[in-house]
């Protein structure tokens, strides 16, 4: 049986989300322990850290 859902398309389009998402928090103004530990759990938990990222990570040092 082939269930092709698109969990390649799905997968990579998580794992840019991730990238970003790292790009920006190594960007941000937080600490260096702040910005380790939102790196854990984005690439830990790939889509749910991302999310949790998205609404409550750091924001970007630059407006």
């Given at each position: 049986m082939n269930f092709n859902t698109g969990g390649g398309l799905v997968g990579l389009l998580i794992l840019i989300?991730?990238?970003?998402a790292i790009i920006n928090i190594l960007?941000?103004?937080?600490?260096?322990?702040?910005k380790l530990l939102?790196?854990?759990?984005?690439?830990l938990l790939p889509l749910l850290g991302l999310i949790i990222w998205f609404?409550?990570?750091p924001k970007s040092s630059t407006s």
């Open positions: 989300g991730d990238i970003w960007q941000s103004g937080a600490s260096t322990g702040a939102w790196i854990l759990l984005v690439v609404v409550a990570g």
